[in-house]
């Protein structure tokens, strides 16, 4: 079993920066394949970026170019640095674990195959 803290969230203006991060605890001597997911205010729960544990990353069409993930190993913490903030980048930000020591699925955009999850943290762009 993992637990999964987020942190990092706030408002910003358009066009500014933020870094999230995802401090993972627990079982984690496997390695997981870790995803930030968001959802918007009023809509269904989105795939922002995935990080495998090769250190490999995909990320969502709308946040390619200006968001990046990345993971520090050593502290087990998952980060997502995101410029050139959008309104429509307001969203609740939530972290995601797969399985302990499996590589991400195909279908690494899916949130049902996400076994743990943070509680997230908010994000407002205006």
């Known amino acids: 079993h993992v637990q999964l803290v987020e942190s990092g969230g706030g408002s910003v203006q358009a066009g500014g920066s933020l870094r999230l991060s995802c401090a993972a605890s627990?079982?984690?001597?496997?390695?997981?394949?870790m995803a930030w997911f968001r959802q918007p205010p009023g809509k269904e729960r989105e795939a922002v970026a995935v990080y495998d544990r090769d250190g490999s990353s995909s990320y969502g069409d709308s946040v390619k170019g200006r968001f990046t993930v990345s993971k520090d190993n050593a502290k087990s913490i998952l980060y997502l640095q995101m410029n050139i903030l959008k309104p429509d980048d307001t969203a609740m930000y939530y972290c995601?674990?797969?399985?302990?020591?499996?590589?991400?699925?195909?279908?690494?955009?899916?949130?049902?195959?996400?076994?743990?999850w943070g509680r997230g943290t908010q994000v407002t762009v205006s």
């Open positions: 627990g079982d984690i001597s496997g390695g997981y394949c």
């Open positions: 995601a674990a797969y399985r302990n020591g499996y590589i991400c699925p195909i279908e690494w955009n899916n949130s049902d195959l996400y076994w743990y």
